[in-house]
């Protein structure tokens, strides 16, 4: 069973950056999309980008575009999430996720069955 543990989240001001990352304990599956989803308090958990993991394409949420860059390391059963250009409204908890199977949309969180704890990340205005 694949274990995922983020890391990277903090505390930052608006219009900074933070990497997160994610390691992946290795599986006897290789994931068919690996994620990163958001909760705000309050809120509904949201995604926020995906990766292809076998052909590398990617998928962002609309606000996230041209700010936050998700990778992946192969050899390192690694994925990394570049945030760029913070906003207050980034606050959440990220949480990290692989889909074993196709979930068909990769911005679906039922279809992620592997799910990290979460790292916080604070963005003060």
């Known amino acids: 069973q694949v274990q995922l543990v983020e890391s990277g989240g903090g505390l930052v001001q608006a219009g900074g950056s933070l990497r997160l990352s994610c390691a992946a304990s290795r599986g006897t599956v290789s994931p068919y999309y690996m994620g990163w989803f958001r909760q705000a308090p309050g809120k509904e958990r949201e995604f926020v980008a995906a990766v292809n993991w076998s052909g590398g394409s990617t998928y962002y949420r609309d606000s996230n575009k041209g700010r936050f860059t998700i990778s992946r390391d192969r050899a390192k059963n690694t994925v990394h999430l570049q945030m760029d250009s913070l906003r207050a409204e980034d606050t959440a908890i990220y949480y990290c996720?692989?889909?074993?199977?196709?979930?068909?949309?990769?911005?679906?969180?039922?279809?992620?069955?592997?799910w990290g704890h979460g790292t916080q990340v604070t963005i003060s205005s």
């Open positions: 996720a692989a889909a074993t199977f196709n979930p068909g949309i990769p911005s679906y969180a039922g279809g992620y069955d592997r």
